[in-house]
């Protein structure tokens, strides 16, 4: 039944309190650090940046003592996808790069090394976002980053942002995640329990992974718009009403530690951008590997 086990690999939205240093950070500055390193990974065209990039992503997973195996099932959703993606860019990539050196070359088929770098950056920039969406939410509970969001975006209330509204919008899509996993496990069995096939190999077929999870979509979306109606419900019973006049019950401070994570960030995605970063040429002729 390992097919169904869908919640297992939504990361996204589960939180693991394991006390790291990472965990007793601000939210605002989980967040705020988050958005400065997405800015760095998204300015940057060199491999070895993107490279020194996931292994610092590596290492904070590491300093928040979850395990790496566990954040790497967020892959295992989207591996099909990516692996479509990949081979894409494989074969038509090299076509539309005609310049740059050509390791492999039959009839329309072209394999350059613009082509593996290109392909290379994306995969990384790729797993790097999976990983840092992961990160924020295994290190911080729903309430916490509701409360990060709204105490970054107080200041753009004079100009009319709804700080308030998009922070419960962000905590609400977070926390519903693992319950629409959850459904759709539920929906899975049931539609399983009818002679459905779910089975893995069909993952790796887009045309018959879409035949048999087409019939899982209406329920999944009438099942979500159901708990949507509830939750409307819910709040309108008890008096909830947005705007100025709502305190909160947690305030936000922060430490010298954050101001130095913030500083550190920051200093750290100027050198991702601002670097000249060596070539992946020219740092395989330093070690004598001229053939790349």
């Known amino acids: 039944m390992s ?15 394991t006390g790291s240093f990472v965990h007793q950070l601000d939210p605002r500055t989980k967040l705020l650090a988050i ?20 292994v610092v992503i590596l290492a904070i997973v590491k300093l928040s003592r979850i395990a790496i195996s566990y954040i790497l099932r967020s892959v295992l959703l989207g591996l099909p996808i990516l692996l479509f993606v990949f081979v894409v860019q494989f074969l ?7 310049a740059g050196r050509v390791y492999f070359e039959w009839e329309w088929f072209r394999l350059t090394r613009n082509g593996l770098h290109l392909m290379s950056i994306s995969w990384i920039r790729v797993l790097s976002f999976i ?11 729903i309430t916490e980053l509701t409360h990060g969001m709204e105490g970054l975006l107080k200041p753009l209330r004079r100009f009319g942002v709804p700080s308030h509204e998009l922070a419960l919008i962000m905590a609400i899509a977070l926390r519903f995640v693992p319950t629409l996993a959850e459904e759709m496990e539920r929906i899975m ?13 069909r993952i790796w077929r887009p045309d018959k992974a879409a035949r ?12 979500a718009l159901r708990r949507a109606e509830e ?6 019973a008890r008096g909830y009403v947005s705007g100025e006049g709502r305190t909160n019950f947690v305030v936000l401070k922060s430490r010298p530690r954050d101001y130095m994570v913030i500083v550190g960030v920051f200093i750290f995605m100027l050198m991702l951008i601002f670097y000249p970063w060596p070539a992946v040429k020219e740092i395989a002729a330093r070690v004598g590997l001229t053939g790349l």
């Not at 097919?3 to 309190?17: A, D, K, M, S």
């Not at 048999?212 to 099942?223: E, G, K, S």
């Not at 939750?231 to 309108?236: F, G, N, T």
């Open 3 to 17: 097919e169904f086990e869908l919640l297992r690999n939504v990361t996204i939205g589960q939180y693991i309190p």
């Open 35 to 54: 958005l400065l390193l997405i800015v760095a990974i998204s300015s940057t065209t060199s491999l070895v940046a993107n490279a020194l990039f996931l």
């Open 92 to 98: 038509f990539l090299g076509r539309s790069e005609p």
């Open 131 to 141: 990983f840092l969406t992961s990160l924020v939410t295994l290190t911080s509970t």
């Open 189 to 201: 069995k049931a539609q399983a329990s009818r002679g459905a096939d779910f089975s893995r190999r």
């Open 212 to 223: 048999a999870y087409l019939p899982l979509i209406v329920p999944l979306f009438v099942n």
């Open 231 to 236: 939750l409307v419900l819910a709040m309108e």
